[in-house]
């Protein structure tokens, strides 16, 4: 069975701080990692990582896919209150009746205190 | 990426009702999914809405309790039956467009079973 892992599980740091968030995954047919962002219901999309993009960045925050270790990080430099949310992580399975398919981690909790 | 919209934003419903979501994308997409988010939990897919016949269910998850149609390339309903608290959440619709292998989520419905 899929399985995505995330830590910490949850993180309260201060503006201007940098924070690392954590995943890592045991899939088959795996075809891509991908980053959201949630602050209210809809996860908002993120970065998506495969073997032929292994680094993203944008802006402040930046992600790199470790295909050997099966594993991920999300950086977020200079926090901002507005960062505060829930960032979940997700695994892309690109195989057979299971193609489409994303299998979450259980999310990371960031608070940004002023 | 894709426009997506979902219908009820929010409902509070009494037991033993059911509730059928919408969800309409802005052009046509190659799949469609809809996940379950309860409370404090991670994402959860419940199956793959497939255009013109019957809908694949995770393990967990059956056609008389959510019963899904999608009758285009643009449109998806999914009915939540015979509800009981337990089916308090939220409901997402997420969309697999063209080769993108990503998924956008669309604004969710908070849904409270009374």
């Known amino acids: 069975e899929d399985k995505v892992v995330q830590s910490p599980l949850s993180l309260v740091v201060h503006e201007g701080d940098t924070v690392t968030l954590n995943c890592s995954y045991e899939v088959t047919n795996f075809r891509s990692l991908l980053w959201y962002k949630q602050e209210k219901k809809a996860p908002t999309f993120l970065f998506m990582l495969t073997s032929s993009g292994i680094e993203k960045k944008s802006g402040r925050l930046s992600s790199i896919l470790d295909k050997k270790e099966l594993s991920s990080i999300l950086n977020i430099t200079a926090t901002q209150t507005g960062d505060s949310a829930i960032y979940l992580c997700a695994v892309f399975n690109a195989g057979g009746t299971s193609y489409g398919k994303l299998t979450f981690g259980q999310g990371t909790i960031l608070t940004v205190h002023p | 990426s894709a426009v997506i919209s979902q219908k009820p934003s929010r409902d509070i419903c009494q037991r033993g009702t059911s509730l059928t979501i919408q969800c309409q994308v802005d052009s046509q997409v190659t799949m469609m999914f809809w996940y379950r988010q309860q409370p404090g939990q991670s994402l959860t897919l419940i199956a793959t809405a497939n255009q013109g016949s019957e809908a694949t269910y995770e393990s967990g998850f059956v056609i008389d309790k959510f019963p899904i149609s999608r009758p285009n390339l643009t449109f998806s309903t999914l009915t939540v039956s015979n509800m009981s608290p337990e089916d308090s959440s939220i409901y997402l619709c997420?969309?697999?467009?063209?080769?993108?292998?990503?998924?956008?989520f669309g604004p969710g419905t908070r849904l409270t079973v009374l």
């Open positions: 997420s969309v697999l467009k063209g080769d993108l292998w990503g998924q956008f």
